[in-house]
């Protein structure tokens, strides 16, 4: 039943931010059913001789080799709709400018909230399946959407992604300022950091600005990376993070920091006053 819809249950059963579960109508009763937890408890029993295997005999009626279906990027939309195309007996190619599958769930989500092997296993139902993978093509550089089709794919799905972050929007926001960084991309440094590509080192102290799960994976993460252990409580405005630089006594006041609401401090980044 969980398969029906995608195959990524055991990545889901770690990140996913569980809308389904704000939606449901056991909470009229008491709580909502625990679908998150559910999923990954089913997915977490997938091993040993037990285990489902993937492989083509699953399809059941398999297409001509003419229809061909190219999916642009190997995140969780594009592994969703080749694993759909697939059972549905299609032809496959997967073309990733990266040369891992599984997108921001890759390389923007760190590894003690989803093991990377974890989510190479379930990426790797694709393959299973008979899809190819294309690692290291990039959509623009390495050929257009019309080259897609000038090569015989009957059908393009673009999955492209998003991995920038967005801008606070506040007055005197300043993104040139060094140290100002956006918590999407401070996240793929910290994964670079951990994959040995370069080396991000921290100190001091670092300010997050957001309360979601951006942002308490940028504050986890600058811990482990030496930023200084300290703690405020911020209201959700989209992660950002900002090493402190400025001299204790320029630091805005507590009482000037505090938002409208009196249960939640809110502390203000040095560098922009957000």
Not at 10 to 23: D, L, P, S
Not at 117 to 138: F, H, K, P, Q, W
Not at 160 to 186: M, N
Not at 199 to 214: D, K, M
Request: charged share 25%.
């Amino acid at each position: 039943m969980i398969l029906q819809k995608y195959p990524m249950a055991a990545t889901c059963g770690r990140v996913c931010v569980r809308f389904c579960e704000m939606a449901c109508r056991r909470n009229l009763v008491d709580e909502a059913v625990g679908i998150k937890t559910l999923k990954r408890f089913v997915a977490d029993q997938q091993k040993g001789p037990a285990a489902l295997q993937f492989n083509r005999e699953m399809v059941q009626e398999p297409l001509p080799p003419e229809m061909r279906v190219a999916v642009v990027g190997a995140g969780p939309a594009g592994v969703s709709c080749a694993y759909h195309l697939l059972l549905h007996g299609y032809h496959v190619d997967v073309l990733e400018a990266m040369e891992v599958a599984g997108g921001m769930a890759a390389i923007g989500i760190p590894s003690y909230r989803l093991p990377k092997d974890v989510l190479r296993n379930e990426t790797g139902i694709l393959t299973s399946l008979g899809a190819r993978m294309r690692y290291g093509e990039e959509l623009g550089r390495d050929y257009t959407i019309d080259d897609l089709f000038a090569r015989g794919y009957r059908a393009v799905f673009l999955a492209l992604g998003c991995q920038q972050g967005s801008r606070l929007g506040v007055e005197g926001e300043d993104t040139s300022l060094k140290g100002y960084e956006p918590g999407i991309a401070f996240l793929l440094q910290v994964h670079d950091h951990v994959a040995g590509l370069h080396t991000h080192a921290l100190s001091g102290e670092v300010v997050v600005v957001g309360g979601g799960n951006v942002a308490m994976d940028c504050a986890r993460s600058a811990l482990r990376m030496g930023a200084a252990r300290r703690a405020r409580g911020l209201p959700p405005h989209g992660a950002r993070t900002c090493r402190r630089t400025t001299p204790r006594s320029r630091r805005p006041s507590r009482k000037a920091s505090r938002s409208t609401s009196s249960r939640t401090p809110r502390a203000s980044c040095p560098r922009t006053g957000a």
